[in-house]
């Protein structure tokens, strides 16, 4: 199985427009409601491909009732610790006539230790069905940067490899802690290690303890950073759509190889690749296009 | 006591960012949360200004308990009657630089028969204690246009005065049925009655049976036709701020103005101005600036 953890989750709203402006005043359908966040998306996408996942999360408020009532009714598996403060909102605008999205992304409410000592109890506990931990996204308000790293440890204990997707102190001290998947994307990596070249970037991560740097370029592709040498993905063309939940479908696939005991670093770029291009085809994070698996495929790697 | 209903709820939510611009990625603080909709809006001035105020409305779903919540939390009284389908959202951003504000209203839920049955006997039930009734908003898919005329024969059958703040059909079966006041803005009365002229679009609802028709003209002040003349009136000068909210201040002013027994037309023009002005220089709909009283002694009034 496969366990994500998600930091600071959030009830996203969805709203299809047929042409926005900032100004207007517009009348709309009511929006798609999703349990939403990184985790809870690369759990989805896991169990789209056939894998078994497990989603936890610490949610509050009338907020988060709403999203564990989404999150149930889609039959996901979940463990959902009750947060002190209300699940923060996440608000997306799609433009039908451009395609361009507007996101509004709340920062969450501050978790207290308490919120902390919860979730991390959890993830302990569930790591014992557990063949790979995943965790994925923002850290909320009065979560402590040493979060993720604690998680590495935590699922180390227990011999269960972890994919990280953080981004600046915790993805340096996830890779400390010696995490054996960092996915950060192109800009991610750039806030993160200052660096502009991507493979540079992920060797500051891989020196720091890392085993291996999944970098996403967008419609560049993906790189794939080991301390032995660095491989670069892509499509034959890069495929138009909605490039939210992309990187979480790369965590999934990356995720679900891992958990199947497919450890080559090329069979898990390859799989990264396409499906995120998969879920550029969707219009909501979480999900693949029927063709994930055709895509993979297609992909081109080459030396970096 | 001033009931007041609102057909057609909604949970608003605020975001206050520093600049927005359409195809962005914000992150931003947690929204104002609110129970929204006109007839709400209305009955928090009333209070405001010491009147005895009551909020019905039906409501359901996930934003349905948090509307309950929120306006329980305020002190509101209210009568929430359920609601079969979820309550709508209304997502404004405004952005602090310009102080342009964006607004996605969610059209509603189709309501039912029996939805629409339980908010009538609530409101039937409530007029024994109510000296005047406002109906105010949009209707809700689903709800008939006749349903304000019907709450304005209920209310007569129980002497009670009764205030309408609807549109186009709606309002021209109020109107028919005989309400005491219309209140459409100088745009509604256009798409209603189709004349550009507002004192003629007035006079359109009165011979249709409405005894006092109230205009509002924005900047320019507002208007009150009988069947008797026409009075103008307007402050000395516009005053800058968020207009939303400032016709259902005026609503509250003409209801809280009935329930004391003032029925003077010119005295209901004047607080209904002046408090719309002062409803422009607050933040958020349903509340006065503290100088709403004052700002009564400023109006001009003429006959038009």
Redesign the interface.
């Known amino acids: 199985m496969i366990v994500t953890v998600t930091p600071n989750p959030a009830l996203d709203?969805t709203?299809h427009?047929d042409a926005?402006?900032?100004?207007?005043?517009?009348?709309?359908?009511?929006?798609l409601v999703r349990a939403g966040g990184k985790g809870v998306n690369v759990a989805r996408v896991a169990r789209q491909a056939g894998e078994r996942s497990l989603a936890i999360a610490a949610v509050g408020g009338?907020?988060g009732?709403?999203f564990t009532?989404e999150l149930t009714a889609s039959g996901l598996e979940n463990v959902l610790v009750r947060a002190s403060g209300?699940t923060?909102?996440s608000?997306a605008?799609v433009?039908r006539s451009t395609g361009?999205?507007?996101?509004?992304?709340?920062?969450?409410?501050a978790v207290t230790a308490a919120d902390r000592a919860g979730l991390t109890s959890a993830v302990r506990t569930s790591l014992a069905d557990a063949r790979c931990l995943v965790v994925s996204g923002s850290l909320p308000p009065g979560m402590p940067n040493t979060f993720c790293a604690d998680l590495v440890r935590a699922a180390h204990d227990t011999g269960i490899p972890i994919v990280v997707d953080a981004v600046e102190e915790a993805l340096v001290a996830a890779a400390r802690a010696g995490a054996d998947v960092v996915k950060p994307n192109r800009a991610e990596l750039r806030a993160t290690t200052g660096l502009t070249d991507p493979i540079a970037g992920a060797r500051v991560l891989l020196d720091h303890g890392a085993l291996l740097a999944l970098v996403s370029l967008g419609a560049d592709g993906m790189l794939a950073v080991t301390p032995h040498g660095a491989l670069h993905a892509r499509m034959p063309r890069p495929l138009d759509g909605n490039p939210t939940g992309a990187g979480d479908a790369a965590v999934a696939a990356v995720a679900v190889s891992i958990s199947r005991g497919d450890h080559d670093i090329r069979d898990q770029l390859v799989r990264a690749t396409a499906w995120s291009a998969s879920a550029v085809l969707r219009p909501a994070a979480g999900e693949l296009a029927d063709n994930f698996r055709e895509l993979e495929q297609l992909v081109d790697v080459v030396d970096a």
């Open positions: 709203l709203y427009v926005f402006e900032a100004g207007e005043s517009l009348r709309v359908d009511g929006a009338a907020t009732r709403e009532d209300a923060r909102r608000v605008i433009d361009e999205t507007t996101i509004m992304n709340e920062r969450g409410a």
